[in-house]
């Protein structure tokens, strides 16, 4: 019998705090990506696989 722990995603390690997304709102652990809009805002990996295909799509 196959346990379901295998299955999901490990819990961060340590005393890692969740951040906030300024964009979408969502709290994410993790390295942040760096928006593309100012180049300075730190931002979910969500929201910034979004904004390169946004971007992608716009030099089309």
Same mark, same amino acid.
């Given at each position: !019998? !196959? +346990? *379901?722990?295998?299955?999901?995603? #490990?819990? #961060? +390690?340590? /005393?890692? @705090? =969740?951040? @906030? $997304? =300024?964009? $979408?709102? %969502? @709290?994410?652990?993790?390295? #942040? &990506?760096? /928006?593309?809009? *100012?180049? %300075?805002?730190?931002? $979910? /990996? @969500? $929201?910034?696989?979004?904004? &390169?295909?946004? &971007?992608?799509?716009?030099?089309?």
């Amino acid at each position: !019998m !196959m +346990k *379901d722990d295998k299955l999901c995603q #490990p819990k #961060p +390690k340590g /005393s890692q @705090k =969740p951040r @906030k $997304c =300024p964009k $979408c709102g %969502k @709290k994410y652990y993790g390295y #942040p &990506a760096l /928006s593309r809009k *100012d180049n %300075k805002t730190e931002i $979910c /990996s @969500k $929201c910034g696989v979004l904004e &390169a295909l946004q &971007a992608f799509r716009d030099n089309i």
